[in-house]
């Protein structure tokens, strides 16, 4: 059976483990999530769990990774690489919003923040998969659009970011703080529309 990245390995009830792992830290957080409820979650024995992943930090790393992962190649399936900035850029920010508002993707951050001095590797795995991975699609659209004569942008790593950054105005620090409980769609609209407004009126060529 392959490994997959990370070391934990892949078989036939592999996702099945996933699935209930996520439930759990979803519910429970990195600290609380017992391994007896991921199993349980998940319906399989304590030992399958572990033929899976030996220890509790590569099972989180594992589901950051493969929730990140879904959440991108979904958001790259939605989206039109040859269309022009303002139609690509709208429906980038509404994945990336709900992404980071969603259950787990909420989790994911608080869980990453709480752990990151304990278990810096867990820091960085999310920071991989999530922000970096959105950081690299968004390099790949813009150098096309700049190619196209669309935008004018000289550091495309921090032009990404900064559109990143953009997004998570007003909503991100105060659900991660437990502040705000949710954000309704019009507010997520909002701040999209905003971001992709200032964005543009920056590199917009």
């Known amino acids: 059976m392959a490994d997959a990245e990370g070391g934990a390995r892949r078989g036939r009830k592999y996702e099945q483990v996933l699935e209930g792992a996520r439930a759990i830290f979803v519910r429970d957080g990195f600290e609380g999530a017992s ?10 024995s304590k030992a399958t769990l572990y033929s899976y992943f030996p220890d509790k930090r590569l099972l989180f790393a594992e589901v950051a ?9 979904r958001a790259l399936m939605l989206i039109n690489m040859a269309d022009p900035p303002d139609r690509v850029l709208p429906e980038a920010a509404r994945q990336l ?24 590797d867990i820091a960085r795995q999310f920071y991989d998969c999530g922000h970096a991975a ?21 550091d495309f790593d921090l032009a990404a970011d900064q559109f990143a950054e953009l997004c998570k105005a007003q909503i991100v620090l105060p659900v991660a703080l437990g502040i705000m409980s949710d954000v309704v769609p019009t507010d997520r609209e909002r701040i999209g529309a905003a971001a992709v407004e200032t964005f543009l009126a920056r590199y917009g060529a």
């Open 65 to 73: 990774r493969d929730k990140c992962r879904r959440a991108t190649e």
């Open 97 to 120: 919003i709900d992404f980071l508002l969603s259950d787990i993707g909420r989790a994911i951050f608080r869980i990453a923040v709480a752990e990151a001095e304990r278990f810096p």
């Open 35 to 44: 391994v007896d409820d991921v199993a349980r979650a998940a319906q399989v």
């Open 134 to 154: 959105v950081r690299d699609a968004l390099v790949g659209y813009l150098r096309g659009a700049a190619a196209r004569g669309e935008v004018k942008i000289d």
